[in-house]
């Protein structure tokens, strides 16, 4: 069965560092979205792109964050310069047929 | 905003116990709404989903049903597993003709299920 994945499972930075985050969506489907989830806390959204470009963000994503569809397959999320606060589990998920379907996350730990 | 509020966790039952999750919505218009369950070391996996108010949705002996009138998605199970210990998830994606939207999520309740 298709599935969503994301690498690394665990990325560990230190504060001011850049990081990109990687997603491989199913195979066409055409929206993509990521969320994050402070330990803790609930499953927030960030961003949603279709058509090579951004269709919805959250007040979260400020000009730290940027997503990108490079090459037609994976979908990356950039942190420009990591805060301590943007340690969390990361996940990205693609949509078909009004279901999301969801990759098994990326920690983020910034140190 | 959307908002959704499920019941404080952990929840801790014995297999074959009944389960209840509580969950309430507060949104616009007629949202969508979904239960996603995340087993250990995976990612959100969808279990089910109402489009509409009295539908119900059911899903590997799991049932909730959209209840308009009182903003409430519950999450039933007659008798629950061991295999069923995860995290439960509620959520919504607006109304207004599209679903292509953004979930937005409770904050989730711990199962777990002893032999």
């Known amino acids: 069965e298709p599935e969503v994945t994301q690498t690394p499972s665990h990325q560990v930075t230190q504060m001011g560092q850049e990081v990109i985050l990687r997603c491989v969506p199913i195979?066409?489907?055409?929206?993509f979205y990521w969320y994050r989830q402070i330990l803790g806390q609930k499953v927030e959204f960030l961003v949603s792109?279709?058509?090579?470009?951004?269709?919805?963000k959250s007040e979260i994503f400020d000009d730290q964050f940027s997503v990108e569809r490079p090459d037609g397959s994976n979908f990356t999320l950039k942190i420009r310069s990591t805060k301590l606060e943007d340690s969390a589990m990361y996940f990205c998920?693609?949509?078909?047929?009004?279901?999301?379907?969801f990759g098994a996350g990326t920690r983020l730990s910034v140190l | 905003g959307d908002s959704v509020t499920q019941m404080e966790g952990p929840v801790t039952l014995s297999e074959e116990a009944f389960l209840t999750i509580n969950c309430t919505y507060t949104?616009?218009?007629?949202?969508?709404l979904f239960w996603y369950v995340q087993y250990p070391g995976e990612g959100l996996q969808l279990l089910l989903k109402?489009?509409?108010?009295?539908d119900k949705g059911s899903n590997k002996g799991f049932e909730a049903t959209y209840r308009k009138e009182t903003t409430s998605f519950h999450l039933e199970k007659g008798s629950v597993q061991v295999s069923d210990s995860a995290v439960y998830f509620c959520?919504?994606?607006?109304?207004?003709?599209?679903?292509?939207?953004?979930?937005?999520f409770g904050q989730g309740t711990i199962l777990t299920v002893h032999p």
């Open positions: 195979s066409n489907h055409l929206y």
């Open positions: 109402a489009t509409k108010a009295d």
């Open positions: 998920a693609s949509l078909a047929k009004n279901i999301q379907y």
């Open positions: 959520a919504l994606t607006p109304g207004g003709g599209t679903s292509y939207g953004k979930l937005t």
């Open positions: 792109f279709y058509n090579n470009e951004i269709s919805e």
């Open positions: 949104a616009t218009g007629y949202p969508s």
